[in-house]
């Protein structure tokens, strides 16, 4: 049986697609490479197209024995979707219940979907357990929740089973050194912070210090992205055993603040890393924490780099080897 990653050429879904090959599972990276690159598809077949595109995913699910989909391609900007709301909407639900739909056609019913922590909107409690009330502050964790509630429906009415994971602060790269974050443009705290150590960026923006917190910057939960890759295997095999549509958060239970960051990124790659301090970005939560003790529970998910300084390491290791990403671009 083949598995279908939709934006397996991106960053976390790169690194699910490797673990998956190294598993020995047969995998089809299908991407528009928006933000994909084809370096990352670890020997998967690659397919270039548009979940949108229901014919192209119909060619595709008739050609292989596909049982189920990993399903990343989205996008994820918070700032953009707030701009352009309607991109997200298009792009997040509408193209992802065109690919449900050929799913549904194909008799193909298990899906591990990347949920986001910003389907919660700012907590009421810390660590936020999976059942925290749900109050998005933009249309791209609306958009995230909508999938989550769509597919809750589908399986009452369909039997399509699936698991959304929550992801917290995906960061890290493969251990390796083969494949690692690249996005352009960059939004993602640790690569802008890096950037500055390799001299690529003058200065990092510090978006608020007058925080609610113990050095007056946000604080978040950085979760390697192998970690997650692991999640999606474990999420597999329980859906191959027959488990129910779940939702399960993916952090480390630790809160890190943005000045933490840049002393570690600092330490890590041994270079001083200027800040500047700017205003808050609204919609910004203080503090976004996980508890994972649902999936540590009943999948029995172990994260293998919980701690931020690896974390930074295999970051800095991918960055300060590939410091215009895969292709230079
Ligand atoms: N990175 C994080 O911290 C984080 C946190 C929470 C949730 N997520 C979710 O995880 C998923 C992956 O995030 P990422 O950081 O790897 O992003 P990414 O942009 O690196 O990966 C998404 C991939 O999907 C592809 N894609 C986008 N639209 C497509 C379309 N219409 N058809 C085919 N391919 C398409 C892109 O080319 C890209 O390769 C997203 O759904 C995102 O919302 C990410």
């Known amino acids: 049986m083949a598995v279908l990653v939709t934006g397996g050429l991106g ?10 090959v190294e598993r020995g599972e047969s995998v089809i990276s299908f991407d528009d490479l928006a933000f994909g690159h084809t370096q990352a598809a670890s020997g998967s077949k690659v397919v270039i197209g548009d979940i949108g595109d229901k014919n192209l995913l119909k060619k595709v699910f008739s050609t292989h024995d596909i049982d189920s989909v990993m399903h990343f391609a989205a996008f994820a900007d918070v700032g953009e979707s707030v701009a352009d709301p309607q991109k997200y909407y298009i792009t997040n639900i509408s193209k992802s219940l065109a690919l449900l739909e050929v799913m549904l056609e194909f008799g193909v019913k298990q899906m591990i979907f990347s949920s986001s922590a910003a389907t919660f909107g700012e907590p009421e409690e810390v660590p936020i357990p999976e059942d925290h009330p749900k109050n998005p502050t933009n249309p791209y964790g609306r958009s995230k929740l909508m999938l989550e509630e769509i597919l809750k429906e589908y399986e009452h009415a369909y039997g399509l089973r699936s698991i959304s994971f929550r992801y917290f602060n995906a960061s890290g790269a493969d251990p390796s050194g083969l494949i690692g974050e690249d996005h352009k443009p960059e939004h993602h705290i640790i690569p802008l912070v890096l950037q500055v150590a390799l001299g ?21 939960d950085y979760v390697h992205v192998t970690d997650l890759a692991q999640a999606h295997v474990l999420g597999l095999g329980a859906l191959r055993k027959g488990k129910a549509t779940t939702a399960y958060n993916l952090g480390n239970g630790n809160g890190y603040s943005v000045r933490e960051v ?50 930074i390491e295999t970051a800095w290791n991918w960055h300060s080897q590939h410091p215009n990403g895969y292709d230079g671009r």
């Not at 925080?211 to 007056?216: F, H, L, V």
């Not at 840049?262 to 301090?277: D, H, N």
């Open 11 to 20: 960053y976390v879904g790169s690194h699910a697609v490797k673990m998956l």
């Open 200 to 220: 690529q960026r003058d200065k990092f923006s510090i978006f608020g210090t007058d925080w609610p917190t113990p050095d007056g910057t946000c604080v978040r």
């Open 262 to 311: 840049i002393a570690m990124a600092e330490e890590v790659s041994g270079k001083k890393i200027a800040a500047v301090e700017t205003d808050r970005r609204p919609g910004d939560p203080a503090v976004l924490v996980a508890s994972s003790k649902k999936i540590i529970e009943e999948l029995g998910w172990k994260p293998a780099y919980p701690e931020l300084k690896t974390i």
